[in-house]
């Protein structure tokens, strides 16, 4: 069982992964040359990635709280 600051750690390690994630769709969103297509599946995969986001920052934020 995980303790209460280690479930902290976990949840903030995850977080931060998530975050890197996004900001490396939106550096590939800014490559010069992009196709329609690579830009409509980078904007499919970021609209999803920002909805984890926001659930995981709710979770997060809980634990940080409690």
Do not use: F, Y
């Not at 303790?3 to 976990?10: I, M, P, Q, S, W």
């Not at 995850?14 to 992009?34: D, M, V, Y």
């Amino acid at each position: 069982m995980l303790t209460k600051d280690k479930l902290k750690e976990t949840l903030l390690n995850e977080l931060k992964e998530e975050c890197l994630i996004i900001l490396s769709l939106l550096n590939q969103l800014e490559t010069p040359g992009i196709s329609e297509t690579q830009e409509d599946e980078i904007l499919g995969e970021l609209s999803a990635r920002l909805v984890h986001l926001e659930i995981h920052a709710k979770e997060t934020q809980e634990q940080i709280d409690s």
